[in-house]
């Protein structure tokens, strides 16, 4: 019986791992689509099951509409809710186009439902077919493999059991079965991308060059997400390890990024921004391109993107703006910790045959060569520094400049200095002074902590 798509939505169900005992709330339009999703919930468990309408009041027919899913339902006795709601009111408003204001606020109402009413997913509808017409439309506007992907069959709390269904057999389904349904007559009006698609470009194809191109669309996109999938997780691995907060602004390190292939470099620029922003509304190809040619060739850079502030020097490349505020200078006890300003330092004390590897969060210093007590404090007009490897001394102005330090981070940056001066600027320069030597015995060892903080609420 292939009419009979029990089968497939089981397997569906399966593959989401959605298990009987869950509540779910299904959207049921009233058209044939949502009417074959809510029967076949039905035969797999009715008593877990409710349905919400959304009388949008877009045509005459919508209380119809809305009539026809309640008396249904209740023939059922399946839980069905009805809500109104003004959307030309609220698109005269957000200036949204009505496809994507109606979207907007269909998707909202239901998630405020589903979580009041103790739901625990929500099922829409969606078929194969809507995924052809998905990936062509993405395809004319120039979409990238994360397009490509159409539809997810789940996302959060939503799923789409019928994706891998096309029209043709839900109607046959509706047909076998006797599920009434109605018909939406918006969908036949090709003032719209998507019915021009499904009414004009599609029919074309099919006949002139692929009879079986819904078929191959829903296969591209299959193969696009899982392609993307595995290029996603590889660029939130690179991100997990080498990206970090601080002060509320995320840095990564520009030499790292430089190493990584062109593809790699924008979904990393991508995760940045959505880990910034918490999602990616508003970002197109051309913003993160924008964004990556200013990264490769300039090694100072400020850029406005949608919604966020990005900047970048020789060393990192910095998402959002640092909050910072006015702070005092601090003693650093040895052995000890502190805070000074947003930044955590930590001094150890190591015998010389037993300190471990450096790493780039920290320098060390021949404890007997320093002038005791340590103070972290912040920059201080004519403040000069010998860098390590260096001839003569430099303005700390100077040092910032060159490593392209943004203007607005400088007076925040602290300077960790013994009694004689500046010993070590984190993430700008050292001193030459008390470099250690084969007559060193203890090691001072400071720690920028606030970049190890950064890394492990990174990883979290």
Not at 78 to 105: F, M
Request: hydrophobic share 40%; proline share 5%; glycine share 6%.
């Amino acid at each position: 019986m292939d009419f009979d798509l029990l089968t497939v939505f089981l397997e569906n169900l399966q593959a989401m791992s959605v298990a009987k005992q869950e509540r779910i709330l299904i959207a049921v339009s009233g058209g044939p689509d949502s009417m074959a999703l809510l029967h076949l919930f039905v035969r797999w468990n009715v008593r877990n099951i409710g349905a919400f309408h959304l009388n949008h009041g877009f045509r005459e027919t919508a209380a119809r509409d809305a009539a026809f899913v309640r008396d249904y339902c209740r023939d059922l006795h399946i839980p069905v809710e009805i809500q109104e709601y003004d959307i030309n009111r609220y698109l005269a408003a957000s200036g949204e186009s009505k496809q994507q204001g109606a979207r907007k606020i269909r998707y909202q109402l239901l998630k405020n439902f589903a979580e009041a009413g103790g739901y625990h997913r929500i099922a829409l509808g969606h078929h194969g077919d809507d995924q052809a017409e998905t990936v062509l439309m993405r395809i004319l506007r120039g979409s990238g493999l994360h397009g490509l992907g159409g539809i997810p069959m789940q996302r959060g709390m939503f799923i789409r059991p019928l994706l891998t269904v096309s029209k043709e057999e839900i109607i046959r389904y509706c047909q076998f079965f006797g599920v009434p349904y109605v018909q939406d007559e918006t969908n036949l009006e090709p003032i719209y991308l998507r019915n021009k698609v499904r009414q004009e470009l599609l029919p074309l194809l099919a006949e002139e060059y692929n009879p079986e191109i819904m078929t191959r669309l829903v296969q591209l996109a299959d193969l696009a997400r899982e392609d993307e999938l595995e290029l996603q997780t590889q660029a939130e691995e690179i991100c997990r390890k080498h990206m970090r907060w601080q002060r509320g602004q995320l840095t990564f390190p520009r030499g790292r990024f430089l190493e990584l292939s062109t593809a790699m470099q924008r979904r990393v620029l991508r995760r940045l921004l959505e880990l910034y922003r918490g999602h990616l509304r508003q970002i197109s190809f051309v913003h993160i391109e924008q964004w990556r040619r200013q990264i490769l060739e300039n090694p100072s850079f400020q850029l406005t993107l949608p919604q966020v502030w990005v900047s970048g020097n020789v060393e990192y490349i910095f998402v959002g703006t640092f909050s910072a505020e006015e702070w005092e200078p601090v003693e650093l006890t040895v052995p000890g910790q502190v805070q000074a300003g947003g930044f955590t330092v930590r001094a150890e004390l190591w015998e010389r045959d037993q300190l471990p590897p450096r790493t780039e969060d920290c320098e060390d210093f021949d404890l007997e060569e320093l002038q005791l007590p340590l103070v972290i404090r912040p920059r201080r007009e004519g403040d000069r520094l010998r860098p390590f490897g260096g001839a003569g001394t430099k303005k700390v102005k100077d040092l910032f400049i060159e490593a392209r330090i943004p203007v607005q981070l400088r007076d925040f940056l602290p300077l960790i200095c013994d009694q004689e001066g500046i010993l070590w600027i984190p993430t700008v320069r050292r001193s030459h002074r008390a470099a250690l030597s084969d007559s060193t015995r203890k090691v001072l060892r400071l720690i920028n902590v606030s970049h190890l903080k950064c890394n492990s609420k990174c990883n979290s």
